[in-house]
C-alpha cells in the first residue's frame, strides 16, 4: 500500500486559516469516508483531531474541520493559533481493512 | 478514559526480534468493537501503521511488515504484543500501541512511545 501524499510543510500567520490536503486512492479514501488526522507536537505522541472526514473528538477546539472529495481529503484550522505549529498526519482505512497514513505536514506559525 | 503504556528492550541487535508488550488500563482488551495497533515513527520521519489485532483475535498487518511481523493478544494479562523479527537499522524507531475506536481506521488513545535501537 502506498502512503497517502500530503504537503511537505503549511505556514499561515496567527488568526489566518490553512488547508492541508491528503490524497490517496480508490483503495482508500476514494472508496471510504473513513479519513482520519492526528496533531503531532515534538516529542509527543500523536493526538486525534479528526475522524470519520468529519467528527471532532470531544475536546478538540471546534476551530480545526474536514472535509473530503474524491480521493482528497483536507483538514482546515481556522483562528491559526501558535499552539497548533506542529506536524499533522491523515491516515485512511483501506479496501484490505488495513491502516495508511500520509507522509506528514509541518505546520509553522509565522 | 483507556491509558496504553509501552515496555520492551529499548536495544535490540541486528537480526534479532524485538520485543514490545502494550499494558492497557482504563477498558479492557476483550471490548467489543476495539482494535489494538501498534505504528511506529522512525527519527524524524512519519508514522507509519504497523498493525492492529481485533478483540476476536482478527489480525491485520502492514503488507510491507507482514513477513516479520507478529501481533497478539494476551486477555488475562489485558495487554497486546508486538514481535519483529530479524531486525535491520531500518527498524529503528518510536513505537507507538494505540486502540483504534469504536468504527473503522481512527486511533483515539496512544501510548507514549518507547524508542527501540537497532545497533550492534
Known amino acids: 500500500q502506498s502512503a497517502l501524499t500530503q504537503p511537505a510543510s503549511v505556514s499561515g500567520s496567527p488568526g489566518q486559516s490553512i488547508t492541508i490536503s491528503c490524497t490517496g486512492s480508490n483503495s482508500d479514501l476514494g472508496t471510504y469516508n473513513y479519513v482520519s488526522w492526528y496533531q503531532q507536537h515534538p516529542g509527543k505522541a500523536p493526538q486525534l483531531m479528526i475522524f470519520?472526514?468529519?467528527t471532532r473528538p470531544s475536546g478538540v477546539s471546534d476551530r480545526f474541520s474536514g472535509s473530503k472529495s474524491g480521493n482528497t481529503a483536507s483538514l482546515t484550522i481556522s483562528g491559526l493559533q501558535a499552539e497548533d505549529e506542529a506536524d499533522y498526519y491523515c491516515c485512511s482505512y483501506t479496501t484490505s481493512a488495513t491502516l495508511v497514513f500520509g507522509g506528514g505536514t509541518k505546520v509553522t506559525v509565522l | 478514559q483507556p491509558q496504553l503504556q509501552e515496555s520492551g528492550s529499548g536495544l535490540v541487535k541486528p537480526s534479532q526480534t524485538l520485543s514490545l508488550t502494550c499494558a492497557v488500563s482504563g477498558d479492557s482488551v476483550s471490548s467489543d468493537g476495539y482494535s489494538w495497533s501498534w505504528i511506529r515513527q522512525p527519527p524524524g520521519k512519519g508514522l507509519e501503521w504497523i498493525g492492529y489485532i481485533y478483540h476476536g483475535g482478527n489480525i491485520y498487518y502492514n503488507p510491507s511488515l507482514k513477513s516479520r511481523v507478529t501481533i497478539s493478544l494476551d486477555k488475562s494479562q489485558n495487554q497486546f504484543s508486538l514481535k519483529v523479527n530479524s531486525v535491520t537499522a531500518a527498524d529503528t524507531a518510536m513505537y507507538y500501541c494505540?486502540?483504534?475506536?469504536?468504527?473503522?481506521?481512527?486511533?483515539?488513545?496512544w501510548g507514549q512511545g518507547i524508542l527501540v535501537t537497532v545497533s550492534s
Open positions: 470519520d472526514v468529519t
Open positions: 494505540a486502540r483504534e475506536g469504536l468504527g473503522y481506521g481512527y486511533l483515539d488513545y
